[in-house]
């Protein structure tokens, strides 16, 4: 785990200019994170969607609130932005797409997905 | 130092690699299951809801989802610590509360897959 060899380390986030990939990669991890942390509160939801017709409809009146909303359209996002760069990751595991130029293509392609995802959502619903 | 069963350092981490993209491919494909079903037919009372929730293919999905989403969220968080926490004691502490955090997690759903049963 020790730190042997002594390369530069240069971790100043506000110099670092990270590629597009570099952008996918790093939110793929804080989106992981997040989802994580989000799991009492849906598993709780969850547990009192399915207890009895009047905590479900109380889930019901909660979701409809704004709060609730702003949260479910960002986990939602958190989700769709996770899930599309996750295939992508195991495409590049395959070997598939991971020239840099279609590595990047694809890296954009997973952000515009996730806000599009959404925004399909939010009109269709 | 000789540890029965330990990989070799080629190998170190090999398992967790291959898990966290079997287990991926699993959870991704349940939700969108999951997210047909609720655009296509959601839910309208909480007869529907709980009937759905509660068939025995649905319930077992589910039961699926939950075990292979946590031992992805666990193999997801601990190379998140291992590569930001360096401290030992601070790494072990915070995957002990992770694990019990997320083994917790697991036996409440359980109880509701229980409770659900037709």
């Keep these: 785990m020790g730190n042997k060899n002594k390369r530069p380390i240069f971790l100043n986030l506000l110099r670092i200019r990270l590629p597009v990939t570099g952008v996918v990669s790093i939110l793929h991890r804080v989106s992981g994170v997040l989802l994580v942390l989000l799991l009492p509160p849906a598993l709780l939801l969850l547990d009192r969607s399915l207890a009895d017709p009047d905590a479900f409809e109380a889930c019901r009146r909660l979701m409809s609130t704004l709060p609730a909303k702003v949260l479910w359209f960002v986990a939602l996002w958190l989700f769709v932005q996770h899930f599309l760069n996750g295939i992508r990751h195991l495409l590049l595991d395959l070997d598939i797409c991971i020239d840099r130029k279609c590595a990047r293509r694809s890296a954009w392609l997973a952000l515009a997905g996730s806000v599009l995802a959404v925004v399909a959502f939010g009109i269709l619903r | ?118």
Excluded: K
Excluded at chain 2, 33 to 43: D, E, G, H, K, N
Excluded at chain 2, 58 to 67: P, S, Y
């Design chain 2, 1 to 118: 130092m000789n540890i029965p069963g330990a990989r070799s350092s080629s190998q170190s981490g090999f398992i967790e690699w291959l898990l966290q993209r079997l287990t991926s491919v699993y959870v991704a494909g349940f939700a969108v299951y999951v997210a047909i079903v609720l655009l296509v037919c959601p839910p309208v009372d909480f007869e529907a809801w709980r009937g759905w929730f509660g068939s025995g293919f649905v319930r077992l999905g589910w039961a699926l989802f939950v075990v292979l989403l946590l031992i992805h969220a666990w193999i997801g968080m601990r190379s998140v610590f291992m590569d930001y926490l360096h401290p030992l004691w601070l790494r072990l502490s915070v995957l002990v509360l992770t694990a019990t955090g997320l083994l917790a997690l697991g036996f409440w759903a359980a109880a509701i897959l229980l409770r659900v049963a037709p």
